[in-house]
């Protein structure tokens, strides 16, 4: 480890020039953040898309974690659900005490990881000292053509429910970093504990994705709180109702091992959350040309379901029989 690693950095100023200005990648607008605003001019022709979320320790990560590549990850994936392209993104950052240059560089080398992954960069935001947790909040903005935005609200009777990637991952990753014996037993299995770990700890909305969102979908949100959650959030919002097949919903080759040997149940997966896959409908005449495309980007796209009349949310089992999933998502309160 190098000798400045536990070095404080107790400027506000020197953590700005030295961390943070170099995340700007030399954008004009964003004045080397030496202003108290940022330029940002939309493209003729597109509208920009806003979104924000906050990343608290001890509720959406755990103490010593630095989760700044997931903390521009989750908003990037709010961004793809409406068919937008991430472009750029403001940081708040609350901090307990007096930071460390380790810890600044871990910070900044997430957030540098993220910035190339998704194709965005930093453009301004404030650093705070807190009384409370280490809390990240970041403001993404995305770009989309005018008018173009796909909401939770445009679904219709007879539309197909599709979902992308796969489902419960993160979640298993969170069970996985808090039962090391479960881990192991997974190992003894032969099965990669890598990627479910990964899922939870460094999601990564796959921006491509956007493009199909504002080509086929008729609503599209992200999936965050749990996909038995969202499905009934996308229905009610669109004033449907639907109908969706637990055998459809598509999970990895690691959580079917688990779910094979009884370790995991696939109900409670639909629950877990912090999938940040993109769960969309889209007319049945269009479903055939979504997949197609799909399969040239090389994205993975499954239908699980249809939307329906009325309001009610039914998920059946491989017979067909209604099932109730007690736990349908996450909620802060």
Known sequence: MNGDENQIVASETSIIAEFFAPLTEGDSGAFELKDDCAVITPEPGFD???????????????????????????????????GATPVCYLLNLALPEA???????????GLAQAQQTFGCHLIGGDTDRTSGLLTLTITAIGKLPKGSIVRRSGGSPGDIVAVTGTIGDAG???VLRKDEALADALRSMDVECGPLLESFDKPRPNVAVADLVGAFATAAMDVSDGLAKDAARMAATSNTGAELHIDAVPVSAAAQAGIDAGLFDKLDMLGSGEDYQVLLSVNPGNWKKLKAEALVRGIVINKIGVLTEGSAVIWRDSLGQPVDIA???WDHF
């Open 48 to 82: 920009f898309v806003v979104t924000t979320d906050s990343l608290i320790e001890g509720v959406h990560f755990f103490a010593g974690d630095v989760p700044s590549f997931k903390a521009l990850a989750v908003n990037v994936s709010d961004l793809v659900a409406k």
């Open 172 to 174: 298993l990753g969170l």
């Open 99 to 109: 930071p460390t240059r380790g810890f600044l560089k871990r910070l900044t080398a």
């Open 327 to 329: 736990v349908p998502g």
